[in-house]
């Protein structure tokens, strides 16, 4: 009996170990993507800006027509690059927020055997 609450007092541990370092890598993750939105929130802008800068300038409507065709691919491709990326970002917390618990449940599966 005695050999099984030191068990028991032993995962115990690890869970609350397991827990306190998810936390941490979950909030590490959380600054990541803040940090992730920020700076494209930031180069957005900027290239917003850039943009309307170029348009006011156009000497022609062919002209005004291809420096917003430019613009839109660009916005595109950069908001694709930034979707993917904030993608993995995501799928690695939520690999790290599951590790505990798939490891818990391996615990306690063996302890049934």
Do not use: C, H, R
């Amino acid at each position: 009996m005695a050999y099984q609450i030191d068990d028991f007092q032993k995962f115990g541990k690890e869970q609350l170990e397991a827990a306190t370092n998810v936390t941490s890598n979950l909030t590490k993750s959380w600054q990541t993507i803040a940090a992730e939105a920020t700076e494209y929130s930031k180069k957005s802008l900027e290239n917003s800006s850039a943009f309307l800068e170029k348009l006011l300038g156009a000497k022609s409507f062919e002209s005004a027509i291809q420096i917003q065709s430019e613009y839109a691919k660009n916005s595109y491709a950069g908001f694709i690059a930034q979707a993917t990326k904030l993608g993995e970002i995501y799928s690695n917390l939520a690999k790290e927020a599951f590790k505990p618990i798939e490891t818990a449940i391996s615990k306690v599966q063996s302890f049934k055997e």
